[in-house]
């Protein structure tokens, strides 16, 4: 991927940019071997994007600048140094097209990006995700306050009267002078709330504030082969854990009799359950808004596999001891992580051994990357 923000030293947070990509994939592979003595006999191929990196990535997250008249996007280094970024070649295209167009109707309708040093201005942040299977965006303005409320209710429906593919825009409010994101309250602006994720045959669809993987591509994937060890091991029964919008879920039901998924994010869990009368379901599938923690402390109903897909934290004691109480015949654990991938297997290996690892570029031309990884329960 040709990338001139990162020759020139702006950006770089594609910090293996300057290795060939194959080069990339072998480093991943090495972390993840020194971390598991001996797994290379297990080791399945990466799975990786090849010569699609440009263009990968179905999410963005930036920054608004007041620059004079002009708003810039891009991001705020760890000075506080803002630094435009307005056509990263890792985003899908459309991420790209469309901010000149956003530019020129905030500054119609009067909506002034947020002056870090001064502590004025309205527009902090701008979140846009895009579903390439169905050509939909949605657009997310993270505000200061609701000033300017009434001006991007007007906006909206403009930008969808001009732009059919916005399908879901939202005010989303942060009013602390802190380097976060997004604040706790919402405000859908469209008539659609959700846009439509579809991968092979599953449709997935997706909230506002639904955690989803940004690099569709190497995601179906995953999901499939999911699916894939769920149909070969003849499962018969499938907690998910940490399930977002149900992803693994619907693979896991195309060959499992009875599914079940549990997070904690109620508009995830609401996803999930719009997503159920899209799909072709053979058995019997449900989802539930509960912390993962006590819905294991509390509810001991047994299953045949137990997947875990946990933020980069990983899982904690409590989790892993209920999980192991629950003697799942496969647990397959899903990590953003290999460090704590590895401190929870420390644990886990007592009764379970390593079927097989494969690794997920999710995150090209960077040290991070997703693995899969199967565990049997030791003597069956």
């Avoid at 109707?105 to 201005?121: M, Q």
């Avoid at 994101?181 to 639904?210: A, K």
């Avoid at 001991?300 to 980069?312: G, M, T």
């Avoid at 109480?325 to 496969?330: A, F, G, I, M, T």
Wanted: aromatic share 8%; hydrophobic share 40%.
């Amino acid at each position: 991927m040709d990338c001139h923000w990162f020759k020139t030293n702006h950006c770089r947070s594609c910090e293996l940019l300057d290795h060939s990509y194959e080069e990339t994939l072998r480093m991943k592979e090495a972390k993840l071997t020194s971390l598991f003595p001996g797994i290379e006999r297990v080791m399945k191929p990466t799975v990786a994007l090849g010569a699609n990196v440009a263009g990968s990535r179905n999410k963005a997250k930036l920054a608004a600048f007041p620059n004079g008249h002009d708003i810039q996007f891009g991001f705020y280094d760890n000075a506080l140094h803002f630094k435009d970024l307005e056509s990263c070649p890792l985003h899908m295209p459309e991420l790209n097209e469309i901010l000149p167009i956003l530019k020129n109707k905030l500054k119609e309708f009067k909506i002034i990006p947020y002056s870090v040093t001064e502590k004025k201005g309205e527009l902090k942040y701008l979140i846009l995700s895009k579903s390439e299977s169905h050509d939909e965006m949605l657009l997310r303005f993270v505000l200061r306050s609701k000033e300017s409320l009434d001006r991007l209710k007007k906006m909206a429906k403009i930008l969808q009267d001009e732009m059919p593919s916005i399908k879901v825009i939202t005010a989303n409010f942060q009013s602390e002078h802190k380097a976060i994101f997004e604040g706790d309250e919402e405000i859908v602006l469209t008539e659609n709330s959700h846009i439509l994720n579809t991968f092979g045959d599953v449709n997935l669809t997706l909230g506002p504030r639904s955690f989803f993987q940004v690099t569709p591509e190497i995601a179906g994937r995953l999901y499939q082969n999911v699916g894939d060890v769920v149909r070969d091991l003849k499962v018969t029964s499938f907690l998910d854990l940490f399930c977002g919008v149900g992803a693994f879920s619907f693979f896991a039901a195309k060959n499992c009799p009875k599914v079940y998924g549990v997070e904690i994010s109620k508009e995830a869990i609401e996803c999930a359950k719009s997503s159920i009368s899209l799909n072709k379901i053979n058995g019997e599938i449900k989802f539930e808004a509960l912390d993962v923690e006590e819905y294991l402390k509390t509810k001991k109903e047994k299953f045949d596999a137990i997947l875990v897909n946990p933020p980069r934290r990983g899982l904690n004691n409590s989790i892993i001891q209920n999980i192991m109480e629950n003697d799942p015949r496969v647990i397959i654990y899903s990590s953003c992580n290999a460090e704590t991938l590895a401190r929870d297997f420390e644990i886990l290996e007592e009764k379970y051994d390593i079927s097989h690892a494969q690794i997920y570029d999710m995150f090209p031309n960077t040290t991070h990357f997703e693995t899969l990884m199967i565990l049997n329960r030791k003597g069956v």
